[in-house]
């Protein structure tokens, strides 16, 4: 998808679309986790033609759906700290002007009308 694509400035299909992908993306990952424990179970512990207990698919899953969780629930907070960001104090006249400049920006780039704040 290009952005010079008519599709590209509709923003709430775009939104709708990258859930989408998003959530073929974790269906995909979680499958892999599990073909990947299902062929150890297979290949190592037998666990398929036998009463064995597929531990090694078990243990897949549960990493794949550990790892699903902590991207979904704490991603953003992994992402910022890593870039060394902080939450904005408004009793910092810089911090204020970041926060006015890039909400402003942000209206200009989805064409909401601009807010009124008195200074």
Known sequence: MALESPYASDFVARQAHN??????????FIL????IGGAVDFFYFDAFSST????ATLMALAVAS???????????DIILGSLGAERLNMQIPEHRELHRTSS??????????TPWVSS
């Open 66 to 76: 550990i790892s699903t969780a902590a991207a979904y629930y704490g991603g953003s």
């Open 104 to 113: 402003l920006r942000m209206c200009e780039i989805s064409w909401a009308i």
């Open 32 to 35: 892999f986790f599990l073909l």
């Open 19 to 28: 859930q989408r992908c998003s959530a073929a993306l974790v269906f995909f």
């Open 52 to 55: 064995a207990f597929p531990i």
